[in-house]
Each structure stands twice: as structure tokens, then as C-alpha cells.
């Protein structure tokens, strides 16, 4: 056997049919690119993220605080700003500083807020460049007393303040103002990734700031050849119950892993629809090598007639596909930089506020993009070479013959991998075996061998669906219809696996559609009857309103009720739970939490509402009484007061006194909801509501209208950015389908120049290559959206019922993707329509 | 099929077991020759029937033949339209496979052979000019005839290949693709191609069908020097009566049976012969 041989014939099969070599390198790349993006930008945003972080706390080397018992959710409660004076008397101490970072937002001139570009509007506490913080001085000088501040250098030059200028800011304590006397910007960048800050010194920050004396940490610089161990050690022996001291190292791998555990998230988004790209670009290659290897049957019956062995024709196709995904492959590796910069680009313009990244290219890139490029190319020429090799020598005279060795009929095999992969998903999504990642592995594996399946066994349905959808346009189109109709009938195997690779992408946009559409019904079954509140007051920045809102709201006698909601992290058992706290009197007003036993108006102190599952998880009722262990490590035992069966508002409550009892951390209100009173009309409500919060421009106020709009709009987004990830799929599916139509009209030359001989014209020429890429990306697209709605309704049922309670399906969104389908085929009909009707016609009639 | 059928299997075991138990230099169980005495066939078919479709629809293409060709000569096989012909030289050329019976070259019964060993045997045993469609499209006429020898992970006999080429007269157009070559040019590269690796026997499936007369005429008189002047033995399949008149011997089939043979046959001779066999 000689590898000699098969290198030759690969490659001057590359060479001859280099369009084709160009389009399927094309789909691969494409897929490549999109990894590569994923991980470019993942690595990247981490080590821009990481080098920040370290940066910013480079000079720190101990740091006090108050402990945690355990990881929460809400922040740290703040310590007393006296203890700075007792560590700065510690041997080997050189900088004590103490830092506070709370709300404060920056008003322009005329008083407006200044919107920050993506990140929360904070007030730092700043003792200048002699400080411990990673803060660095832009121009000017560090403010001093009462009635200086700096600003961010990033916000100052876009609103226009400068040096000398009296800025406004406002804080949970009111609106202050004092003279910018510089800027300042974190490290060497001229902002803080998106924020808005304004500083001051630290004993104007507690005042201004209204931290009531406390501060949220201590920083601590050592004398030069201090030891660290020792003055650690020292400065325990002095705190007091429940504050710690940290060394600048664990500071940094905390916020390390932080970035690290929100960037995972972001990677692993994006790898899921690079991977789908992958998936649907091996759909495409695969069928295109099935086509072409029917094309030149002849050619390798010819070879296999001269001498040449089943393994060398298997060869030499694997070897024609190993150079294609080599070089896609190392297209991709390029490609991939640019799809991580547009990435990047798309989410910043939607507000996400990225830093600008170096570009990171690890190992692991190279070796996934290999894997993807390669495998892909390699995986999807698997059958097409293996059924290539069994082409009979005699089928180089008889082709006829050798069209019966291709021919083989997988379906069985079909719906047993279609079956096998509903049964996966099944498991995977409902049973739930093992830890998130491995079930949810198993249902999207589950997932993908469904959508193979069906690609397979789509072809029984392909003939008589595919006449039913090209019956009116038959009608319409005479014959060019009725020749477009056939052709997409007559090879069933060929249509529907040209449509497969459309098939899932909109399969996908269906499920998610669903899924959309039911998430939105749960929703407003939600507002309509658990919640009958006015008004919804957020903060758009997530950072938390400052209690006087809620305090302002609830003295307005136009509303009814008003509470505020807040949240505090607690173990029970061991397991970390989210509890929400409210104003009792108020909640049972405005909630209807479908209430089993016992009361909520009477909530008291040390008092718990249970949802009905840890009731029964626990084995709870009315009167008994639970051990917790609060976020900051205070102890407590709560008596359970009622048991409720909505979980609207989370699975445990408690009033805002037993909060307040357990934490010291900075009150911030998640959201605010109130009701109006009894005979008061809408539009006086609207008024006073806005009066009441007219000092707190960060309160974002909505009525139960304008909330249910926000929240049906922010789900909308949520479709469009799968919409839009999944994009590149479907962009590649139509690419496919334009790729097999030409290769169909290459395949029918002769009949193409026989009809021209006989009189159909170009443009009815051109009008029959069309229909037929239509009639084709629909029945993609029928396909798709009746897998998808299926896929949906698994998902739907499978999310538990707080999330998800009702199904509901969305008929604009199925007909804005037939439309789409057919603008597809059009938008695919291009070339080929043009190929087959430049056709020169006695050349056409003259191929063999 | 009856007895007869049951005889061939037979036979087809027989032969089998026997070339399986000791495959080359078997004495031939010595198949009766129609015809010319030779002293070596190099290839034939013994009792060889070929049936296409089941039932209703079953067309018989072959018929038990039994037929011999001599090594060393150039061996024309004749007949109509659908009269079994190409089937015959497909069978022969281990192309195709028979029904009942056996087919063999040389000393080897192709039914007793693996895919792997038949393809073994086409690359070094077996030479063919097909009527059309004999190049690979994307490689060079140079390409071409070191083909199977390539496949073969050998260089062949550079010497032997230059004197082929230079026979056929290809110098100058070995760099050019198929595409770029005339007809017959494209013939004598497939010539050449069968020439090139010294092949036990070449088949040959109406090498002129598409040439017109004058360059057909070049292409048989190049292949019956082949067999004049280096040896080679040739069967091949025509209808033309013209190119059947450059044959040693010319073997007539209709309805799947050997229906005449001619030796040394001139063009008048075949033409008769055609005749008694429509009358």
C-alpha cells in the first residue's frame, strides 16, 4: 500500500475542486473561529480582570475585616473605624488605612444624574498616593476635609468637570457637593471598568457617606522587614469577636475567583454555541462529501478498477478531509481573534461594559481549535469515505451499479439514535443524576443525538412534506414550480440532510422560544395573582436602594401598603438558603404567598415563614423551631410562625427586625413594592410617588404595568441574544444549503442544458433553482420548529415551578421563522440560480 | 436452472477448494477450447452463467460459456447490442462477479479470491482500456500510467514506461490533463496505462466507440503491435467489424452463449459472419 499514492490523488482532488475545498474549509473555519473566540476572550478578560485585581491590592499586606461563617450572597458587615487607631501601635505596622466604598452618585451641572458607562455609581473613601489602594492620581492632588473630592478621570472628561469645579454627589445620607481638587483612576487606566467614582478623604467619607462611624475594612502596609506572620498574629490577639485579619495574597485570590467564577460562566456560554456552530458546520461537510463522493463515482470506481484497494479510495478521502481541517483549522486559530473582538464589541454596545483586553492565546486554544477543525472534518467524511470504499471496479462502466452501493438505508439506526437521545434528555433534565454539569452534559448530548436522529429519519417525511409545501408555489410557477417541486422530491435522502444543518438552528431558537414564552406566562400568572401591588421601585445599577426610599414611600398616605425587600444568607443544616426579609404588616397587604398554616401580618422577631418543600424537607409546622447560622457567624434558632405554598419571594422570610437583630451590614433594599389606598386614583398615586422619590434619582419607579413591560422585555432580550449567538449557525446552515443546491445543479447539468435546448428560458431557469432552495430551507424550518416546541416543553416542565409554571407558545415567533426560512432559500438560491442559468447550453448537453 | 445449475456450483466449489489448496502454479483442469489450439490459455470461463433481477424480471446476460483466450494473442469478442458481451469481459476482468461458474487468468480462479486479493490482481495481473472515462480527471497523463504501479507503492520499469510512451506516441503531452488532451489522445494514455505495469492480460471494453475511424484505426494497430511485438495478450469487446479484423481470433456471443468463432478473420468474414447470426 502506498501513502505516496493517496497523498497525490488527495491533492490534486483539493486542487481541481477548489471551490468546493473553499466552502467546506469555509464552514469549518467558521465553527473553529467561534471556539477559539470563546476561549481567546474568556483567557483574556481573566488575565485583564486578574492583573486589575492583583494590582489594586498589590501594596496591601494584611487586611482586617469581619468574618463570614460561610460564602453568601450580601456583603460584610462594616467595622468600627476606631479600631484603626489601636493597630497603627502595633510593632512592625507602617499604614493603617481604613476603606469604605458605598452608593454615591455624581451629578452634573444642572443637577442630572450621571449615567455611569455599564457599572455601579460608588464613593470611595481615598488618602492619595501614600495610601495601600491600587488608586493612582490623574491630575491634581488627593482631597483633604470636608469640602474637597476627586472624581474619576473617565467620568470628568465626560461630563466636562475639571479641576476647580464644584461637583454635587449624592449619597444614602443626601446630596452634598465639594471642590475637585484631581482625578484619579484605578492602576493606570482612567477609570474603574465602567463605574462612576467620586473619593474623599476618609473621615469626610464615613460623615458624607452616613456609615454611622464604621468603615468596611482596614488595610494594613508592614515596615520594611517586618514579619508578616508575627504582626498577623499580633493583630488577632487584639480583635474583637468575629473580625479577621487576611493577608494581601488570600485579598487577591478571592477577587481572583470571583472574576474567575463569573467569567467561567460567560466562556461556557459562549462554548455552548461555539460547539452548536461545530455541530451544525459537521452536518453541512458531512453532506457535502456524500454528495461529491456520488459525483465521482465513476472516477473512484476507475481507481478501484486500475488497482487501487477499498483502504487506499478511504484514504485518500480521509486524507483530502485531514488537509481541509488543517488548514480550517489554522483559519480558525486567526478567525477566532476577530470573532473574540466582535464578541466583545456586540456586548459592549448592548451596555455590558468590558475593559478593552490584550489578546491571550493559550495551549489549550490551539489544541481545542485542532480538535474542533480536525474532528469535525474528520467525523463527518467517516461514512462518506467508509461507503466510498465499497464502490464496486465494475460501477467505472456501470454506474448505475455503483449508485446501489451508496444507497444504503440508515434509518433504523436513525430512530434508534433519535429514540436513545429523547430518553438521555429525559434523564438528564428531570432525574437529574449527579452533580449540575454531568446531567446537564448528559441531556445536551441527549440533545444532540435527537437532533441526529431526526436529521436521519427526516427523510421518510421529506417527499410527501416537502409536495405539500411546493403545491402552491407548483401552482403559482407553472413549471418552473413544478420542476423546483420534484427535484426537491425525488432525492429525499439529499433534501432533508441539506436542511438538517437549518433544522437545528431553528430547533434551537424554538426551544428557546418556548422556554420564553412560558417563563413570560408564569411571570404574569405571578403579577396577576400573587402580587397585587401599584408600584415596583428597583435600582437599575443591582447595588440596592438605600432605605429611606422605602421610608419616604411608606409615609405617603395616598398608598396603602409599602415594603421594602431585602435578602441575608443563612446555613440550615449546613446548607447555605437565601432569606428574604420584609415588613410583615405590609407583605400580607400586597402578597398573596398562598398562605397553608398559621400567620404573616403577626411575623415577629426571630419569627420564619416557610415555603411548603423545606417544611417538608425538614419535617417544620407552626411552632417548631429551626437552628441557623447567619452569613456573619452569629447563631440563631427561629421559630417557624407560617408555612406558605408560593414561592414568588423565596422559600424563606423573615420581618426586617429579625434582620436587623442579625446583621450590620449596610441596609440596601433589593426592590420596593407598594399599593395604592383604597379610593385613591392612579394619577394622584403616579404624583405623589414621584415626589416622594424625586431626591433619589437612582430609584427606578414602575407601575405594575410599566414592571410587567420591563421584565417581558428583558426575557425578549434574553431570546434575542440567543437569537444572536445562534445567528452564526444558521448563517452557516444556509451557506450549506446554497453549497448542495450547486452541487445539485452541477450534478444535472445535462438536464439543465436539455431543458434550455427545449426552450424554459434563464429566468424560468433561474425561478425553478430558487423554489427549490425554498421549498428545502422550509422544510428545514417546519422541521426545526416542530422539534424545537417539543424541546421547549421538555425544558419548560423540567425548570422547577417558581421559574416556570405554565407553558404557553408564541405563534409570531413561528411565523417570523417560516418567513425567515424562505428568505433563507432566496438569500441561498443566489449563486446556484445563477450558475444554472449561465450554463453555456451545448456544453451542458455535450457532459457525460 | 435445474441440473445444470447444481453441475456449476460445483465446479465453481471445486475450482474453489482446489486454487484456495495450492493458489499458483495449479495445473489447469484444462477447460475445453472453442476453437484455436494453443498450447496456454490466459484467461476463460468455465460453464459461467451471470443472472441480473429475481424472479419475473430475470435477464440471463450470461449463459453457461465456457470459453478460453490464448495467452500472447489479441482476442476479439463480438456481438450485438444486450447479447452478453461486456458482461462476459466484466466477469472475466474480476470486475463483476458470475452467478454460477468460474472465471479465471493465469493459473488464479477468481471466486477463490478475497476483495483484497482481486485488487491485488487487477493492479499487477490485469490491464484495462475502457470506451470512455479510462483517466482520472485531476491527475496528469504521466500520472495516469504510473497509476496503478503507484498504487502499488512502486516506481515500474522507467525504461519499458519511455518505450510505451514514446509507441504510443505521447511525448510532449505527459504534463497535460485529461481534460487538456484530444480523444485519442486520452485512448492512448489509457493504452499506455494498460501497458505500463506488463499485465498477464489486458481487457479491453470498445477502446474505439468514441474515436472516429482514422484515429481508432491507430489506437488497434498500436495495441495488435503490443501484442505482435512485446507479447502481450489482449481481449476485447466490439461491434465494429473493422476493429474485430485486427484480432487473432474473433469469439461471437448472442443471448449469453458463444455463438461462433473466427480465426485470423478479415472484415468481409466477420461482416458474414454477423449475418448467418441475425438470419
New interface residues.
Partial sequence: ??F??TA??AR??I??RIGRTVAIAFTVTAGVSFVVGSFVLADSMRATFSGLFNELVSDVDLEVRSAEAFAGNSERDPIDASIAEQLSEIEGVDIVEPSLIRFAQILDEDGELVATTGGPALGYSYIGDAGLQGITIKDGRAPIGGEELVVDKATADRVGYEVGDIVSYLTDAGTHEGELVGTIGAVDSDGFLGASVVALDIPTAIEKFGSDGKVDAIDIGLTDGADATAVQAAIEDILPARIEVITGEQLADESQSDVDGFISVFGTGLLIFAFITAFISAFIINNIFQITIGQRL??LA?????????K?VRRMIVSEAFVLGLVATVLGVFGGIGVSRLILFLFNQAGAGFPDTETILKLRTFIAAAVVGLGVTLLSVFVPARRASTI???A??RPELGFEALKKKQLIIGAIVAAVGVVMLIIGLFVQPGPALSWAALAGAGALALFLGVASVSSTIAAPVTRAIGWPIAKLFKVPGVLARDNVARAPRRTSSSASALMIGVALVSAAAVFASSLRATFTDILDNAITADYIVTDPNFFGLSPAVAESLAALPELEAVTPVRGIGAQVNGDTKGFGAIDPKAFEVLVNPDLQAGKIAGLRPNEVLIHTDPAGDLNKGVGDTIEVLWQNGIEGTLTVAGVYGDATFGNWLISLDTLELVSDAPARDFFIIGKLADGVSAEAGDLAVAAATADFPQADVQTNAEFRKSQEDQINQLLLTITILLMLSIVIAILGIAITLALGVFERTREIGLLRAVGMNRRQLRRSVRWEAVIVSTFGALVGIVLGTFLGIIASLAVPDDIVSKLAFSPMIIIVVLVFAVLAGLVAALYPSFKASNMDVLKAIAT? | MGVFGENNADVQYWFGRASKLSPMNTPLPSPAPTGVDSPTAASGTVDASKIYGIGDAQVKALDNVTVSFQAGQFTAIMGPSGSGK?TLL?CLAG??TLTTGATFIGSTYLASLS??EL??L???DVG?I??????????TAE?NIK??M?????TGDAAWIDQVVSAVKLDGRLKHRPSELSGGQQQRVAVA?ALASRPKIIFA?EPTGNLDSETGAEILDFMRRAVREFGQTIVMVTHDPGAASYADRVVFVGDGKIVGDLADPTVDQVIDHMKQADS
Avoid at chain 1, 302 to 307: D, E, N, T
Fill in positions: 500500500m502506498s505516496r499514492s497525490l490523488l490534486k482532488s486542487r481541481a465513476r472516477e476507475l481507481l478501484r478498477a486500475v488497482g487501487a484497494s477499498g487506499q464496486p471496479p465494475v467505472a462502466m457525460d | 461486456s466484466h470486475l463483476d476483495d483484497k485488487t491485488e487487477r493492479r499487477t484495462f475502457f470506451q470512455a472515462f479510462n483517466l482520472i480527471p485531476t491527475l500520472e497509476l496503478p503507484m498504487l502499488g507503492g512502486e496505462r471494453d
